[in-house]
């Protein structure tokens, strides 16, 4: 190659990197305007009282019920996380290996419920699940006596209706993941004489472990936030961090005290990233890797 | 979850929204000559049906009276009142708060004085702190024990409530504005009317202690309702609007008024209120005795003037806060004690409810 044609590359390589970064602009612009200046703004209303900067830390970490309310958020996502992959893992294969009609049915599935209003999903769920709703006579009627498992008003409650609402989340991620998959590498395993359960866990699993990440991280950071099905479908024990981000805006006005809730929060979750990508490599979800 | 209104009643539904649409709609298709009232002034409401008949019982008649039009708009949080006056574009000229907001607002500095030149506060009903420099009250409501009518001879006070051998079932309790747990804890717990404030806490949680297992908690009203129409809890403490919603609609339940808290709502005018004339104006209109009867009749809150129970039928007025059904029984709630102490309050009330 003559030093003509690499200074031409190497030129046609940085103005292709500069039209990348041109069209990049408009969105980073945006996201800088109505999510980093917003968020800046949010932590140093925290550490902005007249009473001191800390004052609020210093109230979160004194207090007990701030951090163990934290903890419940953290784990109760962690436990939600784990119900969808169990439970859409299957579905978001099926749907990747069914045919049109078959795709058809489960992404209708799927999709209705993400587009039916989180409210009246949880208000559905009340209605349910309550003692004298129609699931508890179904248990009746199976030979359970009625009201002996409680379904709702508790964590059972927070579990099924996070799962519900969260479930699509882990679904397209992963079925995206899966859909691109090649299934030359499954039955080349299986040519080899890989039991099917083998071929599934040696081959399979690793190659949409990106899918199941993606997945688990949005499903898990999505239900940090919640509150509307804690609220509605939890019982006194679950309470969710939101929730005491909402009462000191909504009913005492604390702004600063709401701030540094909700910088807690955010610093959680991210801690939470970081720890992921350090151990199970979360990174490569974005392809980082 | 819920932005806080006086009884949860007004959230904003589809419907609402799309009438709005359809009314604004109506109102730029109207010609320039009916458009333009006189004057108009902004007022931010809970919305919903409460906005419907403030609309037919107040707006309406004010502008027939005064020909100041009145234009509602819903989302009136603290918030965004604090957000509006500091960045000093004021679009609101009267909002209906909670009466804690008397307290926060003035301190914050978010309010206009009332002019009590042009607003009439002799006629408004003797309470601590009704009246304060920044508000006047708006309506009453209460909260009240409600049961279901299986119980034969019912229950009979705050007592019964926690009276799980007698009273069977589950109680449904507030489980967001935590003041009805409370003050009932301690008023079942023997705590005269007279001494229930400064709130013993502790103790009102020891008391609950004893039924917390029989104890459902609600997140908003709609779902206290449904727990008592349908019969999963048999006792509990709703809005008395609320309890003959239930009633109306066939619920098996009736109220108790020996266990009775009531409360009010207020109205005040934000610190740079484009129209502050006319809104003052508004709030002496809606405290004379024919608007505060009219207000009662349009809805189950009762008037703050006891003068307009002179134009309240007795049959209407017996339903109403305020009324001769509650007479003797009900307790003010100290809304002075709740503004200065409801967060700490609200973090034991948390603590208990983790333990």
Redesign the interface.
């Known amino acids: 190659m003559t030093d003509v044609a690499a200074g031409s590359l190497r030129r046609r390589r940085s103005r292709s990197r500069r039209t990348a970064f041109l069209l990049v602009l408009p969105g980073a612009a945006v996201l800088a305007a109505l999510f980093l200046l917003p968020i800046a703004q949010l932590i140093a209303g925290s550490f902005s009282d007249h009473a001191g900067a800390l004052v609020h830390y210093r109230r979160i970490l004194a207090v007990p019920v701030y951090l163990l309310v934290l903890g419940r958020t953290v784990v109760i996502s962690a436990i939600t996380a784990a119900i969808c992959l169990v439970l859409g893992f299957p579905v978001a294969y099926r749907l990747v290996h069914a045919g049109p009609r078959g795709k058809a049915a489960i992404l209708l599935c799927v999709f209705l419920s993400f587009w039916t209003n989180l409210l009246i999903r949880a208000f559905s769920w009340m209605v349910l699940l309550n003692p004298n709703g129609i699931v508890s006579h179904l248990f009746g009627a199976m030979g359970m006596p009625g009201g002996s498992v409680k379904l709702v008003y508790n964590l059972t409650g927070v579990l099924i209706g996070q799962t519900q609402i969260l479930l699509p989340y882990m679904i397209l991620p992963l079925a995206a993941v899966m859909s691109r998959l090649d299934d030359a590498y499954v039955k080349a395993a299986r040519s080899l004489g890989a039991s099917p359960f083998r071929a599934f866990t040696a081959v399979y699993l690793p190659l949409v472990r990106t899918g199941t990440l993606a997945g688990c991280v949005l499903v898990f950071t999505l239900s940090l936030g919640s509150f509307v099905v804690p609220a509605l479908l939890g019982g006194p024990r679950d309470m969710f961090l939101a929730q005491l981000i909402e009462f000191n805006i909504n009913q005492t006005l604390n702004l600063g005290f709401a701030s540094a809730l909700s910088t807690v929060l955010l610093a959680t979750t991210l801690l939470l990233y970081w720890i992921g990508d350090h151990w199970f490599g979360l990174g490569q979800v974005w392809g980082g890797r | 979850?819920?932005?806080?209104s006086m009884d949860g009643k007004s959230v904003p539904t589809r419907r609402t929204v799309l009438a709005s649409g359809l009314a604004m709609g109506a109102t730029l298709a109207m010609p320039a000559i009916v458009r333009a009232a006189d004057q108009e002034i902004v007022f931010a409401t809970w919305g919903g049906s409460w906005a419907d008949a403030m609309q037919k019982a107040w707006f309406d008649p004010f502008q027939t009276k005064t020909g100041i039009a009145v234009k509602t708009v819903s989302g009136n949080?603290?918030?965004k009142i604090?957000a509006m006056v500091k960045a000093g574009r004021t679009e609101w000229d009267v909002v209906e708060t909670l009466p804690?907001?008397q307290w926060?607002g003035a301190e914050?500095g978010l309010l206009a004085p009332i002019d009590f030149s042009v607003v009439n506060k002799s006629l408004i009903m003797q309470g601590a702190d009704m009246v304060t420099p920044y508000s006047v009250p708006q309506v009453l409501f209460s909260e009240v024990l409600t049961y279901n009518t299986k119980f034969k001879p019912p229950p009979q006070g705050w007592a019964d409530l926690f009276d799980t051998a007698k009273f069977p079932g589950m109680r449904a309790l507030d489980?967001?504005?935590i003041q009805d747990a409370l003050e009932g804890a301690l008023l079942a717990d023997g705590v005269a009317p007279s001494a229930l404030y400064p709130l013993d806490v502790d103790r009102a949680l020891k008391k609950l202690s004893a039924l917390r297992d029989s104890?459902?908690?609600f997140?908003?009203n709609?779902?206290g309702e449904?727990f008592l129409m349908?019969?999963?809890c048999t006792l509990g403490v709703l809005p008395d609007g609320r309890a003959l919603n239930v009633r109306a609609n066939g619920g098996p339940v009736d109220l108790q008024y020996n266990a009775t808290i009531t409360t009010w709502s207020t109205m005040v005018i934000p610190k740079g209120a484009p129209h502050l004339a006319a809104a003052q104006q508004f709030l002496a209109f809606a405290l004379t005795p024919e608007a505060q009867a009219a207000i009662a009749q349009a809805y189950t809150y009762g008037p703050v003037v006891p003068k307009a129970f002179d134009l309240i039928s007795p049959e209407r007025a017996k339903i109403l806060s305020g009324g001769p059904q509650m007479q003797g029984k009900a307790v003010l709630r100290n809304e002075k004690w709740w503004s200065e102490n409801?967060?700490a309050a609200?973090?034991k009330f948390?603590?208990w409810?983790?333990g």
């Open positions: 979850m819920t932005s806080r949080t603290y918030g604090e804690d907001f926060i914050k489980g967001g504005d104890i459902q908690f997140d908003t709609a779902q449904q349908d019969g999963q409801l967060s609200n973090e948390n603590a409810k983790l």
